[in-house]
């Protein structure tokens, strides 16, 4: 099973991101968006993933009367997916978005947490919302009886306690396993020149998952970089 996250910024960069979804269409499983927030991000969803052959699931947060995040994930419909939950409410504005999806492949089944952390202040260090953000999901797949995967952006630094807690609760921290250099690319540091955070998209999952592959692709598709993970578990088709 196949899962790509990436924060599609907007689709600020759309022929280039199109481009590069098509690319990976046939061999991918799942998607995670972030950011799915402006109209040319939702026309070029629309073109690539059509209603019968996705399940699309998504959620809606207002950062005032004049902005929105949106949270999609896109999953194919030969494999059974249902919206289980988001562990955030529009009234808490002090955290971001985490949309769950449990999908079944074959005889096996897992929760799946797409992730928009709340993305200010810019220092994307830790704040009271952060911790109660990164504990809620934490608490979530503490819970579960069945694997869980976490990806998506969380606006956080690595050095982060938000981001220790799931380390802490005894998930993996894929960037830091498998010693990811960066998350963002160029457009994103010479857009902040003062800050030149290197992460901000995370993948945590459960011990029990065999991973076939994890790895970010480096390209400018938008101002993060694609997060792309290969899973094997019983049950579950490898690609």
């Given at each position: 099973?196949?899962?790509?996250?990436?924060?599609?910024?907007?689709?600020?960069?759309?022929?280039?991101?199109?481009?590069?979804?098509?690319?990976?269409?046939?061999?991918?499983?799942?998607?995670c968006f972030q950011e799915v927030n402006t109209q040319?991000?939702?026309?070029?969803?629309g073109d690539i993933f059509p209603e019968q052959d996705y399940c699309r699931m998504e959620a809606h947060k207002y950062i005032n009367e004049h902005e929105k995040f949106d949270l999609v994930t896109l999953v194919r419909n030969n494999h059974r997916a249902v919206l289980a939950d988001e562990l955030f409410t529009a009234n808490e504005h002090d955290v971001g978005q985490a949309l769950v999806s449990s999908i079944t492949i074959g005889s096996s089944t897992l929760q799946l947490v797409n992730v928009h952390g709340i993305a200010g202040p810019g220092s994307k260090l830790d704040t009271a919302g952060r911790l109660r953000q990164s504990q809620r999901i934490v608490d979530f797949a503490s819970a579960q009886t069945t694997p869980v995967i976490?990806?998506?952006?969380?606006?956080?630094?690595?050095s982060t306690e938000s981001v220790a807690l799931f380390t802490k609760s005894g998930l993996r921290n894929l960037v830091r396993d498998y010693e990811i250099p960066a998350t963002r690319n160029r457009i994103s540091w010479e857009a902040y020149p003062e800050s030149p955070q290197r992460y901000a998209d995370y993948t945590f999952i459960s011990k029990n998952i065999k991973i076939r592959?994890?790895?970010v692709v480096e390209n400018e598709v938008s101002d993060h970089l694609p997060v792309v993970l290969s899973i094997d578990v019983d049950g579950f088709h490898p690609w």
């Open positions: 099973m196949k899962i790509i996250s990436l924060n599609t910024w907007g689709g600020a960069r759309e022929n280039e991101l199109r481009t590069f979804i098509q690319a990976h269409l046939a061999t991918t499983d799942v998607f040319a991000i939702e026309n070029l969803l976490i990806m998506g952006d969380f606006n956080l630094d690595i592959d994890f790895h």
